[in-house]
């Protein structure tokens, strides 16, 4: 992955350590409003209109609403899509699984803006009225998650997990499962003239579809792969641990002050070190 490589390089420091328990948290406060304010989370649902009147905040804030309404089966489920989740980020790294979890969000704000505005601009005010009147915005979390499944199915095709907690299956089957309840719902909604929901689906796992077609062919990231990075980084770890450099004029370290710089004199007979203060001013050893 090039491209990733060449933008963690240059914006890996804005990486989200941590996501998947932030999702995990904003859903448990949906939980949370739901059993306790209902009502309040349609003031922070993606309404297209709305944002048009400058409530653009709504853009981020839909992301608090979990998949579906609470339950105990519900709970558990989150519990699998945390561990699913982590796995992602121990894999991934942390650039990349943030640039996967935003691009999807990113993603559907797009998707349901331009649907909203384009039914505004070819008549469809009324349709797309309806939509505001009963809650239908399409923005789910629930195509979220699911966009995060695949991406470990992808990852790990032959985990295996207990379905309904008896039947063992390998988890690329479900992948295969979800990919056509995706397409079903995709058809299903525009059969509906549901336009929004329809869009939504198809944004929500376009992060997919391009993790897909950018990892097609480069092999897959398997439990040895990850067991073995996460060795060799200890191991550099260590090394740049025992790594020391001395300025051979007032003998400081790096670990009296981290900010020097040391550097070799190419004019002194022998291997002397100086650092920033003296490599200039100091008398050659012959």
Same mark, same amino acid.
């Given at each position: 992955?090039?491209?990733?490589?060449?933008?963690?390089?240059?914006?890996?420091?804005?990486?989200?350590?941590?996501?998947?328990?932030?999702?995990?948290?904003?859903?448990?406060?949906?939980?949370?409003?739901?059993?306790?304010?209902?009502?309040?989370?349609?003031?922070?649902?993606?309404?297209?209109?709305?944002?048009?009147?400058?409530?653009?905040?709504?853009?981020?804030?839909?992301?608090?609403?979990?998949?579906?309404?609470?339950?105990?089966?519900?709970?558990?489920?989150?519990?699998?899509?945390?561990?699913?989740?982590?796995?992602?980020?121990?894999?991934?790294?942390?650039?990349?699984?943030?640039?996967?979890?935003?691009?999807?969000?990113?993603?559907?704000?797009?998707?349901?803006?331009?649907?909203?505005?384009?039914?505004?601009?070819?008549?469809?005010?009324?349709?797309?009225?309806?939509?505001?009147?009963?809650?239908?915005?399409?923005?789910?979390?629930?195509?979220?998650?699911?966009?995060?499944?695949?991406?470990?199915?992808?990852?790990?095709?032959? =985990?295996? +997990? /207990?379905?309904?907690? $008896?039947?063992?299956?390998?988890? !690329?089957?479900? @992948?295969?499962?979800?990919? &056509?309840?995706?397409?079903?719902?995709?058809?299903?909604?525009?059969?509906?003239?549901?336009?929004?929901?329809?869009?939504?689906?198809? =944004?929500? +796992? /376009?992060?997919?579809? $391009?993790?897909?077609?950018?990892? !097609?062919?480069? @092999?897959?990231?398997?439990? &040895?792969?990850?067991?073995?990075?996460?060795?060799?980084?200890?191991?550099?770890?260590?090394?740049?641990?025992?790594?020391?450099?001395?300025?051979?004029?007032?003998?400081?370290?790096?670990?009296?002050?981290?900010?020097?710089?040391?550097?070799?004199?190419?004019?002194?007979?022998?291997?002397?070190?100086?650092?920033?203060?003296?490599?200039?001013?100091?008398?050659?050893?012959?």
């Amino acid at each position: 992955m090039d491209f990733m490589t060449k933008l963690e390089r240059k914006f890996g420091k804005f990486s989200i350590p941590n996501l998947t328990l932030i999702l995990v948290t904003c859903f448990a406060i949906g939980y949370l409003l739901e059993i306790f304010a209902p009502d309040s989370l349609m003031l922070i649902s993606l309404d297209p209109s709305k944002v048009m009147h400058g409530q653009v905040y709504r853009l981020i804030t839909w992301v608090v609403i979990p998949p579906s309404s609470v339950s105990i089966f519900v709970i558990i489920t989150l519990m699998f899509y945390f561990y699913v989740g982590r796995t992602l980020e121990n894999v991934m790294g942390d650039f990349r699984y943030t640039v996967y979890i935003l691009s999807g969000i990113i993603f559907t704000d797009i998707g349901i803006m331009l649907t909203y505005a384009f039914m505004v601009l070819t008549g469809q005010s009324e349709l797309a009225g309806l939509y505001i009147e009963y809650g239908l915005y399409g923005a789910s979390t629930y195509y979220l998650c699911m966009s995060m499944f695949l991406a470990y199915a992808f990852l790990f095709p032959n =985990m295996q +997990v /207990l379905l309904y907690f $008896i039947i063992p299956i390998k988890v !690329k089957w479900l @992948g295969y499962l979800d990919i &056509a309840y995706l397409l079903v719902e995709i058809i299903r909604f525009g059969l509906m003239r549901y336009y929004t929901g329809m869009v939504t689906v198809i =944004m929500s +796992v /376009l992060n997919f579809i $391009i993790f897909y077609a950018m990892l !097609k062919g480069k @092999g897959r990231v398997t439990p &040895a792969h990850k067991k073995r990075k996460r060795r060799y980084k200890q191991e550099v770890r260590q090394t740049q641990l025992l790594t020391r450099h001395k300025c051979a004029i007032c003998g400081q370290t790096e670990e009296d002050d981290p900010t020097l710089e040391f550097r070799y004199c190419s004019r002194c007979k022998g291997n002397y070190e100086y650092c920033q203060n003296h490599l200039f001013t100091h008398e050659h050893k012959k």
